[in-house]
T-cell receptor, first 110, second 115 residues
Framework: QKEVEQDPGPLSVPEGAIVSLNCTYSNSAFQYFMWYRQYSRKGPELLMYTYSSGNKEDGRFTAQVDKSSKYISLFIRDSQPSDSATYLCAGMGGAQKLVFGQGTRLTINP | EAGVTQFPSHSVIEKGQTVTLRCDPISGHDNLYWYRRVMGKEIKFLLHFVKESKQDESGMPNNRFLAERTGGTYSTLKVQPAELEDSGVYFC?????????????FGSGTRLTVV
């Protein structure tokens, strides 16, 4: 079983839609949860991070972590074509190494 | 500040050859990490340097892979001899020692193709 499970998609939505991206994880030692955005031929770029359970909002993006169900979510409001990318969730425990999901390829259609 | 620089950006080598990947972290970042993504799989951790010391090399696949970090600055990852299954994208990332290393900055990666 993978430590972080993520549906690879692809996911295609119209511009302006609310996008919901989700991951589940199995490692109870994870304390930090991250969402990375990766454009083609580029490295992952940190979008948001959350410590333990709870919500975090940054502009059009909201990250949620529910440790009781081991569920990680990212919501994108008013989606834009420039949001088209691969979105990667990741967890981190005591050791400073990220455990990634497979990534979800998202396309926002104008 | 300049980002994490990796080169080459792309390398095509024959099975059995040697390849060396280089990573220049952001200046002042003591943490340096190597990750790899093989086709169709998730990005996986290879190893972690703190300055010039290997903090965690639990993700290194086998002894054909050798990582070094000279003087705590740039790092190299050598694959010798390369095998077909080594093909993938190799990412380097760096972060400050404090706060916690979750604030990674990744490079654009080196795409390695072994034929």
């Amino acid at each position: 079983q993978k430590e972080v499970e993520q549906d690879p998609g692809p996911l295609s939505v119209p511009e302006g839609a609310i996008v919901s991206l989700n991951c589940t994880y199995s490692n109870s030692a994870f304390q930090y949860f991250m969402w990375y955005r990766q454009y083609s031929r580029k490295g992952p770029e940190l979008l948001m991070y959350t410590y333990s359970s709870g919500n975090k909002e940054d502009g059009r993006f909201t990250a949620q972590v529910d440790k009781s169900s081991k569920y990680i979510s990212l919501f994108i409001r008013d989606s834009q074509p420039s949001d088209s990318a691969t979105y990667l969730c990741a967890g981190m425990g005591g050791a400073q190494k990220l455990v990634f999901g497979q990534g979800t390829r998202l396309t926002i259609n104008p | 500040e300049a980002g994490v620089t990796q080169f080459p950006s792309h390398s095509v080598i024959e099975k059995g050859q040697t390849v060396t990947l280089r990573c220049d972290p952001i200046s002042g970042h003591d943490n340096l990490y190597w990750y790899r993504r093989v086709m169709g799989k998730e990005i996986k951790f290879l190893l972690h340097f703190v300055k010039e010391s290997k903090q965690d090399e639990s993700g290194m696949p086998n002894n054909r892979f050798l990582a070094e970090r000279t003087g705590g600055t740039y790092s190299t990852l050598k694959v010798q001899p390369a095998e077909l299954e080594d093909s993938g994208v190799y990412f380097c990332a760096s972060s400050r020692l404090i706060p916690m290393g979750y604030g990674y900055t990744f490079g654009s990666g080196t795409r390695l193709t072994v034929v």
